[in-house]
């Protein structure tokens, strides 16, 4: 972010939490629904998995004028995971 700040060029990254998508499978994948809900239900916050959608708003706004002014950050998208 530093190196390319002087050529107008913004650097951040999102850093979601559970998401429902393939990606957990590998490790999460042999708990059936009930299973998974309640592992999620204990160690999110928010009680739940992350969808796509409720990462693609925060990107979307990174990626805006409207953060013109904010570059070398990281924002957890993690339903609270990873404040406790």
Known sequence: AVEYAKDGIR???VCPGWI???F???VLGHLDTE???QLVGTQVPL???GTPEDIAPS???LASDWARYITGQLLPIDGG???M
């Open 11 to 13: 650097v951040n990254g």
């Open 20 to 22: 429902e998508t393939g």
């Open 24 to 26: 957990n499978d590998p």
């Open 35 to 37: 299973e998974l809900d």
């Open 47 to 49: 009680g739940r998995q």
């Open 59 to 61: 990107v979307v706004f």
């Open 81 to 83: 995971l990873t404040s």
